[in-house]
């Protein structure tokens, strides 16, 4: 897959953005990896680092402080569709997250977003049952790994200067 256009559909709020401004750092039928700003302006968070793994259906984020701290490590969990002939990639957020800080505290956001959205038939049982699996494969890494080995794809890059 070359450097595809990004995009993001959320169910809650619902809405789908192109990710114009991320920067595309690495590309492969596994992994996307992106630099980006946030989308609106926010008193806590500022920039950050991407990076997609579509085979786990797991996005790992390095949520970056205006002065380039570490906010939090976030971990959203998503399903895909790329399009070929488009070159673009649809990456769909399935409400359910993780938290983790820079103490080490992990924590389980959104799961009443989950059932919310399951209630008012924004996602189907396929859906819920993909993201509470994916959650469950996410959280049981993190007790054995931590985040680190996620992150390792991310703070490579960042080594490097990207």
């Known amino acids: 897959m070359e450097h595809p256009i990004l995009y993001r559909r959320r169910f809650i709020p ?15 039928d596994k992994i996307i990896i992106t ?11 500022s920039s950050g680092y991407s990076c997609y793994y579509l085979d786990r259906g797991v996005k790992v ?9 570490l906010l939090c490590w ?14 673009s990639l649809l990456v769909i957020d ?3 997250d993780v938290k983790i800080y820079p103490d080490g505290r992990q924590r389980v956001v959104d799961l009443d977003e989950l059932s919310e959205a399951f209630e008012k038939g924004l996602i189907d049982e396929t859906l819920l049952k993909k993201s509470l699996l994916s ?28």
Do not use: M
Not at 14 to 28: P, S
Not at 35 to 45: A, E, G, I, P, Q
Not at 61 to 69: E, H, W
């Open 14 to 28: 619902d809405e789908c953005v192109q990710l114009k401004d991320d920067v595309i750092l690495e590309c492969n």
């Open 35 to 45: 630099k980006w700003k946030t989308l609106h302006d926010r008193c806590d968070l």
């Open 61 to 69: 984020s390095k949520f970056l402080k205006a002065d380039g701290s």
């Open 74 to 87: 976030y971990c959203d969990i998503i399903t895909s569709e790329y399009d070929p002939e488009k070159n």
């Open 94 to 96: 399935l409400l359910a």
């Open 135 to 162: 959650l469950n494969k996410l959280l049981n890494d993190l007790y054995e790994h931590g985040i680190l080995q996620l992150a390792e794809p991310i703070e490579e890059l960042i080594a490097k200067g990207l």
